[in-house]
């Protein structure tokens, strides 16, 4: 059988320097992440698993998560509150480092996840755990197969889902590793309060509208430079939307 991905990456990171541990299957690496900090862990450290039986997306959704993926999760701690725009900011950084290894038509479907021809590659989850002054990025992304796709076709603007392996020859192990190097580079920066390159989130967005964000809607004007988006309505007014789920409104 086949090294798993997660064993491959976990190795590479530890020779990158960023601390790594690999696990088989697991109920969610959010979850191990937890557990390994409050055990007292590396301020920065990542956990990679072979596949998750209870993977968790964002707003309350499953992840589904067999061997074939990668999952992994990096602990950040000790944090005191999770820095502003951190969502955007590790979106962004994951899109710009998968076009830096050669998928070069990601783009950021705001706040952050990472669309390759109108399909789901990537999927980043954020959670911050105030008493344990823990902060964890998970990173879901689809390698070998696209298991969530019968999910992902119920999920806001009716997403399919793409994976690695339809796109291209590329080395996965280094550009999953990528990935994680560059959410932890996301937040330190995030952390250290450093400007965010507004122009060059914005050359990654997936759309230019229109879309819908709850009660809002409008054309995609870009972000502002707190990450937040920026919508264009009818009437030229914009309108700013901060959190939640965006939806293209032309696959309703
Ligand atoms: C989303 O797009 O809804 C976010 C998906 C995040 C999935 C990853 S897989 C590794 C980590 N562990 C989890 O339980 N979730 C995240």
Redesign the pocket.
Known sequence: MSRPIAESVCDLLNRLGMPAVFLGEVG???DEGLRIARGGCSPRMVVTAVS?V??????G?V?I?PQGGF???LIACPVDEPPAGLTVRVGAAVVDSLRRGGVTEAVLKWPN?CLVGGR?LC???AEFFPRDRCLLV???LNVEQVPHLDLARELPGGYDASCLAGLGDFDQVELCAGVMMAVSGAVDAAMAGEDFDVDLVNSMLWSTGPVSAGSLSGMVEGLDASGRLLLRGHEGTIACVEFGEVRDACRH
């Open positions: 969610s690496t959010q998750q209870a993977g968790r997306g964002r707003q959704r992840w998560s999952y992994a999760s996840d789901k999927g980043v989850l998970g990173v879901g």
